[in-house]
């Protein structure tokens, strides 16, 4: 990483709870917590907004959130994201070598039409060349209703945000993941 973490003693009393909460849930604390941690009300922000994101009443199914998180981080070159969202998506149920794919979906035939949908989608948001058009928010509107399109939107801002500050900073993958890295190709 190109800027260290503290110790976790030298970390704000309270943000000791989310602490144990990653080591319950990964089995250890993320690295990328420990940076943005350095700025606790930063890191307080940012977890409140990835608890509403990823969240059981969300609109968007919890692998599909997953498929389009693994997507963003590869573009934007994160291997932390990649690593621990890959692994999330797989256990989440999707067949490892669907997550294999991803760099390639278009030519796959693993992703259905409203997956594709909304991973053109995530790639217009995150290349910022290529834009958001209106044929391409009429192929959303077949799968998705306006509450479930602002909900994905979110969510790509969400990951855009979250694995530029990773990749910037250098946070490795913590090996949550054993699949190859996948690279980016949108």
């Avoid at 963003?72 to 998506?89: E, G, K, P, R, Y």
């Avoid at 928010?137 to 479930?148: Q, T, V």
């Amino acid at each position: 990483m190109r800027i260290p973490a503290r110790p976790l003693n030298d970390y704000p009393w309270y943000l000791r709870p989310f602490f144990w909460n990653q080591r319950r849930k990964y089995g250890a604390v993320l690295d990328s917590a420990l940076l943005w941690a350095r700025a606790p009300r930063l890191f307080l922000g940012v977890a409140v907004l990835y608890g509403m994101i990823d969240r059981r009443s969300s609109p968007l199914d919890p692998a599909l959130r997953s498929l389009i998180t693994v997507r963003v981080s590869q573009i934007n070159h994160c291997s932390f994201c990649v690593d621990l969202n890959s692994a999330t998506l797989i256990r989440r149920g999707a067949d490892p070598e669907k997550v294999e794919a991803l760099p390639v979906w278009r030519e796959s035939g693993l992703f259905d039409d409203r997956e594709r949908a909304a991973l053109d989608y995530a790639e217009a948001m995150t290349v910022s060349q290529s834009g958001v058009g209106g044929a391409m928010m009429e192929r959303l509107r077949r799968h998705f209703d306006d509450d479930a399109i602002v909900e994905l939107t979110g969510l790509v801002a969400f990951q855009n945000m979250s694995s530029k500050f990773n990749a910037a900073l250098g946070v490795p993958a913590q090996g949550f993941c054993s699949l190859p890295s996948a690279t980016s190709k949108p």
